[in-house]
């Protein structure tokens, strides 16, 4: 089993409507979840954090965490064209200072 | 305040030859992180730094090497180079280890032909 797992898409909403990520991961001990936007040609920029079970918003984002479920989910509410992008999820695991990326799951937002 | 500069933006090298990755910071991270992206496909670490002096191996070092001499940077060394180095190379910074939240740089494209 791959340690952080996405489903690579195309994701394809229209413009207004929610957009749902999802990512798992395979280690217990998990303990920091990154959710990164990347746009096509450019470098990942960090959108959320989460570090505790339980939902954690940010304007349009929503991070949600279940650490029993091994599961870290993104929303994005009235999805914009400009969010149209690869979303990278990202975790840490126990003490160590690296970061474990999925493969992304590219969005794209139909006006 | 620049963030995470990397240079060259874009390099084309033949098979065999070597180059040197450059990668600066003014952020005072202790962290710093090169990662490596081929098309379609997450990010791969490929070494790390905790602070001048210290480095240590990633997922995929292989082929590569890296110093920390000061605070600021992070060049990444390319010896005989082969084609399944081609790829996009990101350096990154961060202040934390368990928060962790980086900071990367615009990235180099790399061609090995």
């Known amino acids: 089993q791959k340690e952080v797992e996405q489903n690579s898409g195309p994701l394809s909403v229209p413009e207004g409507a929610i957009a749902s990520l999802n990512c798992t991961y395979s280690d217990r001990v998990s303990q920091s979840f990154f959710w990164y936007r990347q746009y096509s040609g450019k470098s990942p920029e960090l959108i959320m954090s989460i570090y505790s079970n339980g939902d954690k918003e940010d304007g349009r984002f929503t991070a949600q965490l279940n650490k029993a479920s091994q599961y870290v989910s993104l929303l994005i509410r009235d999805s914009q064209p400009s969010d149209s992008a690869t979303y990278l999820c990202?975790?840490?695991?126990?003490?160590?200072?690296?970061?474990?990326f999925g493969k992304g799951t590219l969005l794209t937002v139909n006006p | 305040n620049a963030g995470v500069t990397q240079t060259p933006k874009f390099r084309i090298l033949k098979i065999g030859q070597s180059m040197t990755l450059q990668c600066t910071q003014d952020?005072?991270?202790?962290?710093m992180y090169w990662y490596r992206q081929d098309p379609g496909m997450g990010l791969k670490l490929i070494y790390y730094?905790?602070?001048?002096?210290?480095?240590d191996k990633g997922e995929v070092p292989n082929g590569y090497n890296v110093s920390r001499s000061t605070t600021e940077d992070f060049p990444l060394r390319l010896e005989l180079a082969a084609p399944s180095q081609t790829s996009v190379y990101f350096c990154?910074?961060?202040?934390?280890?368990?928060?962790?939240?980086?900071?990367f740089g615009p990235g180099t494209r790399l061609t090995v032909l």
């Open positions: 730094s905790v602070g001048a002096g210290i480095t």
């Open positions: 990154a910074s961060s202040s934390h280890a368990r928060d962790n939240e980086q900071f």
């Open positions: 952020m005072n991270h202790n962290y």
């Open positions: 990202a975790v840490i695991r126990g003490s160590n200072y690296k970061l474990t």
